[in-house]
């Protein structure tokens, strides 16, 4: 996550009303993520937050998706969570994230632990773009995810697909480069379990 434009997502968290909205923003990404947010539980957070489309949300979810993978999947301590952020992010905000990550840190990781053995191993990530239709071609993410399940020992692929407003493309482009390249660095105290999530 060393790419600045990474981060640039975040400030949006200051139009929320309180500490307690941005909290309710991280348990809802928690307990989505193994399924992706719905168009319910999206409608409440841009709400919330005072978003008037997507295309403002999206990048902001995958960059606090990334940093709870982080904090969960990856070896940091809860005192080294606040060397995550860089410098140009606000220091109010690095405060309140890091506060609110290290309170739950501890929760999420007992239970990534219960949920281990019957949750799928990414094994490997690739995406290509594409356009929605021919009359209206606009940009359209393609994931590939190829999963180990570890009960069947078999691999199975999955597909996700979104759309992006032109505006935001390079963002979540580079945003995906980030995190392919965070899976293939990670070093994971949890032998590699990730759950299968819709990026955003």
């Not at 990474?6 to 200051?14: E, G, S």
């Not at 193994?34 to 005072?50: F, H, K, S, V």
């Amino acid at each position: 996550m060393e790419n600045h434009a990474f981060w640039d997502h975040l400030p949006l968290l200051m139009r929320a009303n309180s500490k307690d909205s941005v909290e309710s923003v991280l348990q809802a990404l928690w307990r989505t993520r193994t399924t992706g947010l719905d168009a319910a539980g999206r409608r409440i957070i841009r709400d919330m937050l005072q978003l008037q489309n997507d295309s403002e949300l999206d990048p902001l979810l995958v960059c606090l998706r990334m940093l709870i993978r982080k904090c969960v999947y990856e070896n940091t301590s809860k005192e080294d969570i606040h060397k995550l952020f860089p410098s140009e992010v606000l220091p109010e905000l690095q405060r309140l994230l890091t506060l609110l990550l290290q309170k739950f840190q501890r929760e999420w990781r007992e239970d990534v632990l219960k949920d281990q053995a019957t949750l799928p191993r990414l094994k490997a990530m690739t995406w290509n773009m594409s356009t929605s239709s021919t009359e209206t071609p606009e940009p359209v993410a393609v994931i590939n995810l190829r999963l180990q399940n570890d009960v069947k020992f078999r691999y199975d692929d999955s597909e996700v697909k979104f759309q992006l407003d032109r505006d935001t493309l390079d963002s979540m482009l580079r945003s995906m480069h980030s995190v392919a390249e965070q899976l293939s660095e990670t070093d994971d105290p949890l032998n590699g379990q990730i759950p299968l999530e819709n990026p955003v």
